[in-house]
């Protein structure tokens, strides 16, 4: 039935690969797709849709590798589209045939979902995962049992050794597939006559769709509302007990499984499992030295690579907008190209190797099965906060770069828990924010040191730890604002220690910084674009006063003083673009923090990304030279007289006022349009972004009134 | 019905490095995915690590380790080995 499609000519198969978490699903996709993978967002949902071709013989396949799963129950967001994409109501996305990968070492667990498949009447093959593991233990397991007792193809393989991979291929190529129904018999748990009822109301092909419908379908936002209340009413009229029927299934599908895996597993030897590594690992006060550690070694190693390709983003992008610049003609068109939309795509760029990287060395502590001890040590001391253990991954990604963090956020399955750690990661003390502390703290921190402490360093951490506890204490504050009717669960399987596979890692490297610079590059392109015109533009009669006396004073001054008259006349026409207009109009409101409306500019323009305040107050306090050494900056701001006080205007109260507004405020327009790209709306990302303002206004106006 | 008895007891009281055998899991929402996992009564479970503070329990189950919160393996009632 389901190989008939419309044109059998020209329709590529779709074959969906499915499986439980860590059996070596996606190792397979890669391997069968390689670089020819595409990723969608399924409607609805953050969970990403992984597609690839796979090229073989001649012909193309499609491959979709769907999330993984335990069973055909959706418990999270991931679940529900393995769930939504198997019902066979959904014609567009159903796939023709359906691959599923076991871990050799869990058949009973694989089996449960490979079952729920078989009744569910796919066109089904199994690939046996992990072989070499299996034998590496003495585990003998007779596929041609398994393949008697549920009559679909069943191969064997080593993924990670690119073994079995050719058979594989072939399976595809042949349609090798097997499809039976009717392992259980569902009818004898559920009632026939309601099954009957679902099964032609829907016209469906067997009483375990019907079952899986009366279940899920209320559930499903695919399902027209008419069909869901059509449900509804059936599942009233018979006072049916779904709960009861779903662990009744269960019992009844592992008691006959059980009975095929002890006629076809055989162990030859049992030994201890336990895994030495895990003896330090897993360790009371071991464990947590170890993953200091690890944190320790991943953000040198952060720091101290990724500067390089990001300096060498940021001299290309800037010399490439001189050369246009000098190709094209003058006027605000060019203008727009070289200070608009190139930084702005520079402005994109330069992440990605932060976030590659960060992602690099997340897929590494994954693939090694690592991560899941992290989520193990760290669940007790995340939960009074209302976060998860899974949290941790996200938030220590936040020291490097928020985005990736929000990003990674979504493997957590709790609705509540993921949201507190989306908004809450933004508040740890990212990267960018340094070049405004370290410039803050060089004009008001002596360059002393007490006992051992150097003053500098000690404020420098000190502002680390106050976003550690900005994230804790406002995850506290959230977890009692946000309801859920979620129950949050840990259950972690913690996989057997393996090698990392390179090939996985460098495909999730290159995924992850394609996604960022194709859905959140949009976001930022658009505000670094407004931002342009408004520091650009302001009122014309103004702008064109300046800039003529400019050009007047150019023409009579002597070629040394050049780069200083054009440095103020630059000065002042940001000063009076609208930008300079909007900075004046939010003085009274930053008055008392201690800002002047030339810093008001600063944090305006700098909501594009913080470390703009560099460059934005090395232009208003008319620079000139190179804005990239802080030496001139520093020396050039300590000097700033506030003309009403007499005194300088980057007190140590400004300053310090300054550094806890930054620790606090969003001032990242990257993750606005990550937070919203992962919660699907604007509402979060909003929401966040005036807690985070409001947060370091107060936070701000405190430090400012006790130091000043 | 079992409490008296000192071989029979809730996961979470299982003491370090012990096995013991599933009898039965406890009527919750999270009972299906304690299923689902493989925790089905008659198999043997063994207490392999604790996380401090009260924190998750690892426990080892043929070949797999299955990390649970404690109120998690309250669920799972068992007779010790």
Same mark, same amino acid.
């Given at each position: 039935?389901?190989?008939?499609?419309?044109?059998?000519?020209?329709?590529?198969?779709?074959?969906?690969?499915?499986?439980?978490?860590?059996?070596?699903?996606?190792?397979?996709?890669?391997?069968?797709?390689?670089?020819?993978?595409?990723?969608?967002?399924?409607?609805?949902?953050?969970?990403?849709?992984?597609?690839?071709?796979?090229?073989?013989?001649?012909?193309?396949?499609?491959?979709?590798?769907?999330?993984?799963?335990?069973?055909?129950?959706?418990?999270?967001?991931?679940?529900?589209?393995?769930?939504?994409?198997?019902?066979?109501?959904?014609?567009?996305?159903?796939?023709?045939?359906?691959?599923?990968?076991?871990?050799?070492?869990?058949?009973?667990?694989?089996?449960?979902?490979?079952?729920?498949?078989?009744?569910?009447?796919?066109?089904?093959?199994?690939?046996?995962?992990?072989?070499?593991?299996?034998?590496?233990?003495?585990?003998?397991?007779?596929?041609?049992?398994?393949?008697?007792?549920?009559?679909?193809?069943?191969?064997?393989?080593?993924?990670?050794?690119?073994?079995?991979?050719?058979?594989?291929?072939?399976?595809?190529?042949?349609?090798?597939?097997?499809?039976?129904?009717?392992?259980?018999?569902?009818?004898?748990?559920?009632?026939?006559?309601?099954?009957?009822?679902?099964?032609?109301?829907?016209?469906?092909?067997?009483?375990?769709?019907?079952?899986?419908?009366?279940?899920?379908?209320?559930?499903?936002?695919?399902?027209?509302?008419?069909?869901?209340?059509?449900?509804?009413?059936?599942?009233?009229?018979?006072?049916?007990?779904?709960?009861?029927?779903?662990?009744?299934?269960?019992?009844?599908?592992?008691?006959?499984?059980?009975?095929?895996?002890?006629?076809?597993?055989?162990?030859?030897?049992?030994?201890?499992?336990?895994?030495?590594?895990?003896?330090?690992?897993?360790?009371?006060?071991?464990?947590?030295?170890?993953?200091?550690?690890?944190?320790?070694?991943?953000?040198?190693?952060?720091?101290?690579?990724?500067?390089?390709?990001?300096?060498?983003?940021?001299?290309?992008?800037?010399?490439?907008?001189?050369?246009?610049?000098?190709?094209?003609?003058?006027?605000?068109?060019?203008?727009?190209?070289?200070?608009?939309?190139?930084?702005?795509?520079?402005?994109?760029?330069?992440?990605?190797?932060?976030?590659?990287?960060?992602?690099?060395?997340?897929?590494?502590?994954?693939?090694?099965?690592?991560?899941?001890?992290?989520?193990?040590?760290?669940?007790?001391?995340?939960?009074?906060?209302?976060?998860?253990?899974?949290?941790?991954?996200?938030?220590?990604?936040?020291?490097?770069?928020?985005?990736?963090?929000?990003?990674?956020?979504?493997?957590?399955?709790?609705?509540?828990?993921?949201?507190?750690?989306?908004?809450?990661?933004?508040?740890?003390?990212?990267?960018?924010?340094?070049?405004?502390?370290?410039?803050? =703290?060089?004009?008001?921190?002596? /360059?002393?040191? +007490? #006992?051992?402490?150097?003053?500098? $360093? %000690? &404020?420098?951490?000190?502002?680390?730890?106050?976003?550690?506890?900005?994230?804790?204490?406002?995850?506290?504050?959230?977890?009692?604002?946000?309801?859920?009717?979620?129950?949050?669960?840990?259950?972690?399987?913690?996989?057997?220690?393996?090698?990392?596979?390179?090939?996985?890692?460098?495909?999730?490297?290159?995924?992850?910084?394609?996604?960022?610079?194709?859905?959140?590059?949009?976001?930022?392109?658009?505000?670094?674009?407004?931002?342009?015109?408004?520091?650009?533009?302001?009122?014309?009669?103004?702008?064109?006063?300046?800039?003529?006396?400019?050009?007047?004073?150019?023409?009579?001054?002597?070629?040394?003083?050049?780069?200083?008259?054009?440095?103020?006349?630059?000065?002042?026409?940001?000063?009076?673009?609208?930008?300079?207009?909007?900075?004046?109009?939010?003085?009274?409101? =930053?008055?008392?923090?201690?800002? /002047?409306?030339? +810093? #008001?500019?600063?944090?305006?323009? $700098? %909501? &594009?990304?913080?470390?703009?305040?560099?460059?934005?107050?090395?232009?208003?306090?008319?620079?000139?030279?190179?804005?990239?050494?802080?030496?001139?900056?520093?020396?050039?701001?300590?000097?700033?007289?506030?003309?009403?006080?007499?005194?300088?205007?980057?007190?140590?109260?400004?300053?310090?006022?300054?550094?806890?507004?930054?620790?606090?405020?969003?001032?990242?327009?990257?993750?606005?349009?990550?937070?919203?790209?992962?919660?699907?709306?604007?509402?979060?990302?909003?929401?966040?972004?005036?807690?985070?303002?409001?947060?370091?206004?107060?936070?701000?106006?405190?430090?400012?009134?006790?130091?000043? | 019905?079992?409490?008296?008895?000192?071989?029979?007891?809730?996961?979470?009281?299982?003491?370090?490095?012990?096995?013991?055998?599933?009898?039965?899991?406890?009527?919750?929402?999270?009972?299906?995915?304690?299923?689902?996992?493989?925790?089905?009564?008659?198999?043997?479970?063994?207490?392999?690590?604790?996380?401090?503070?009260?924190?998750?329990?690892?426990?080892?189950?043929?070949?797999?380790?299955?990390?649970?919160?404690?109120?998690?393996?309250?669920?799972?009632?068992?007779?010790?080995?």
């Amino acid at each position: 039935m389901t190989e008939s499609p419309t044109h059998p000519l020209v329709k590529t198969p779709r074959i969906a690969i499915i499986g439980n978490p860590n059996v070596g699903k996606s190792t397979i996709f890669n391997q069968l797709t390689g670089l020819n993978q595409k990723i969608g967002n399924y409607p609805g949902v953050t969970v990403d849709k992984k597609t690839g071709m796979m090229n073989f013989k001649r012909n193309t396949y499609e491959i979709v590798d769907l999330p993984g799963t335990y069973s055909l129950y959706p418990n999270s967001e991931d679940e529900i589209i393995a769930h939504r994409v198997l019902n066979q109501l959904n014609t567009k996305e159903k796939p023709d045939y359906v691959l599923m990968v076991i871990d050799s070492l869990q058949l009973s667990r694989g089996l449960f979902l490979a079952t729920q498949l078989i009744d569910m009447g796919l066109n089904l093959a199994l690939v046996l995962n992990m072989a070499d593991l299996a034998t590496k233990r003495n585990i003998e397991i007779k596929g041609f049992e398994i393949f008697k007792a549920l009559g679909v193809p069943i191969l064997s393989t080593d993924a990670r050794g690119e073994k079995g991979l050719d058979q594989i291929r072939e399976l595809i190529h042949q349609r090798n597939f097997g499809n039976t129904s009717g392992f259980i018999a569902i009818e004898e748990i559920v009632d026939k006559s309601l099954l009957q009822n679902v099964k032609e109301h829907f016209n469906l092909q067997n009483f375990y769709q019907a079952y899986q419908l009366l279940r899920f379908g209320t559930k499903d936002k695919t399902i027209s509302a008419e069909n869901r209340s059509w449900i509804n009413h059936q599942l009233e009229d018979q006072h049916f007990d779904l709960d009861a029927a779903q662990l009744e299934e269960t019992k009844l599908r592992y008691k006959k499984i059980t009975a095929i895996v002890e006629k076809t597993v055989v162990r030859k030897e049992v030994k201890n499992q336990e895994s030495s590594i895990d003896k330090i690992l897993l360790h009371p006060v071991f464990g947590y030295a170890v993953f200091a550690a690890i944190l320790l070694l991943i953000f040198q190693a952060i720091f101290a690579w990724s500067s390089v390709p990001m300096d060498f983003i940021d001299g290309t992008f800037a010399q490439f907008a001189g050369k246009v610049s000098e190709l094209l003609p003058g006027g605000p068109l060019s203008s727009l190209i070289t200070e608009g939309i190139i930084p702005g795509i520079g402005g994109v760029v330069i992440f990605i190797p932060q976030i590659a990287m960060l992602f690099g060395f997340l897929a590494i502590l994954e693939d090694t099965g690592y991560m899941s001890r992290v989520v193990f040590l760290m669940d007790r001391w995340m939960r009074p906060f209302g976060l998860h253990g899974k949290s941790i991954v996200p938030l220590v990604s936040g020291v490097a770069c928020a985005i990736p963090g929000v990003m990674a956020a979504r493997n957590i399955g709790n609705w509540k828990e993921k949201m507190i750690t989306i908004l809450v990661t933004p508040l740890m003390s990212c990267s960018a924010r340094l070049p405004v502390y370290v410039i803050l =703290i060089g004009l008001v921190v002596p /360059d002393e040191s +007490i #006992g051992f402490i150097n003053l500098r $360093s %000690f &404020a420098l951490f000190g502002l680390y730890v106050l976003g550690v506890v900005g994230v804790l204490g406002t995850a506290f504050i959230l977890k009692i604002i946000l309801k859920t009717e979620e129950k949050s669960y840990l259950m972690v399987e913690l996989p057997s220690y393996r090698r990392p596979r390179w090939k996985d890692v460098g495909l999730t490297m290159y995924n992850k910084s394609k996604t960022f610079v194709t859905e959140a590059g949009k976001v930022i392109l658009a505000i670094s674009v407004i931002l342009w015109v408004l520091a650009t533009y302001g009122p014309p009669s103004k702008m064109d006063a300046i800039r003529t006396a400019g050009q007047e004073k150019l023409a009579l001054a002597p070629e040394s003083e050049h780069e200083v008259i054009e440095a103020e006349t630059s000065s002042l026409l940001l000063e009076n673009s609208f930008i300079g207009v909007m900075g004046r109009g939010i003085e009274p409101v =930053i008055r008392p923090l201690g800002y /002047d409306w030339k +810093i #008001g500019i600063a944090l305006i323009a $700098s %909501f &594009a990304a913080r470390e703009v305040f560099v460059s934005t107050i090395a232009t208003i306090y008319s620079i000139g030279g190179d804005p990239e050494d802080d030496l001139t900056i520093r020396q050039k701001l300590d000097q700033q007289i506030n003309p009403v006080t007499g005194e300088k205007v980057f007190n140590t109260a400004t300053a310090f006022s300054l550094m806890i507004f930054y620790a606090f405020a969003m001032q990242c327009m990257s993750t606005v349009a990550v937070v919203y790209r992962e919660t699907k709306g604007w509402k979060w990302p909003l929401i966040q972004t005036t807690y985070m303002t409001v947060l370091a206004y107060l936070a701000a106006f405190i430090t400012y009134q006790i130091l000043s | 019905m079992y409490g008296f008895h000192p071989m029979f007891m809730t996961a979470e009281k299982m003491p370090l490095s012990r096995s013991a055998i599933i009898r039965e899991i406890s009527d919750s929402p999270l009972k299906i995915n304690l299923m689902e996992l493989g925790f089905l009564p008659g198999k043997k479970i063994t207490l392999d690590h604790t996380a401090p503070g009260g924190g998750p329990m690892a426990f080892r189950m043929e070949d797999t380790l299955l990390a649970l919160r404690k109120s998690e393996a309250a669920l799972i009632q068992v007779q010790l080995l």
